[in-house]
């Protein structure tokens, strides 16, 4: 099995910043696309960005021009650069991620254990 670990969540005031890091780990494994989701208390889950394994990014318009997903393909992990931080962006936030042991067919879906981000003054 492949596992998503994430870290980099925290408390932080508005307008702060903040990275958040999710790593693969196993043995032998390929990885397609990555992306972070995010919580908040009585909310749906929503996508906050997503990264091709080719470098294409997209972004949920509430985090455009102030978070930047970006993936480290020889670390095998996947980073959320979080600038201008507000309020509104307090959730737990999950590393979601396509990965394919070697040797399988198929694809899996995998998720990182979620970490929380607290945005307040």
């Known amino acids: 099995q492949v596992q998503l670990v994430q870290s980099g969540g925290g408390f932080v005031q508005p307008g702060g910043s903040l990275r958040l890091s999710c790593a693969a780990s196993?043995?032998?494994?390929?990885?397609?696309?990555m992306g972070w989701y995010r919580q908040a208390p009585g909310k749906q889950r929503e996508l906050v960005a997503t990264?091709?394994?080719?470098?294409?990014?997209n972004y949920a318009d509430s985090v455009k021009g102030r978070f930047t997903i970006s993936r480290d393909n020889a670390k095998n992990t996947v980073y959320l650069q979080m600038n201008s931080l507000k309020p509104e962006d307090t959730a737990v936030y999950y590393c979601?991620?396509?990965?394919?042991?070697?040797?399988?067919?198929?694809?899996?879906?995998?998720w990182g254990q979620g970490t929380q981000v607290t945005v307040s003054s």
């Open positions: 196993g043995t032998a494994f390929s990885i397609n696309d």
């Open positions: 979601n991620a396509n990965v394919r042991p070697d040797g399988r067919l198929a694809w899996k879906n995998t």
């Open positions: 990264i091709t394994s080719g470098g294409r990014t």
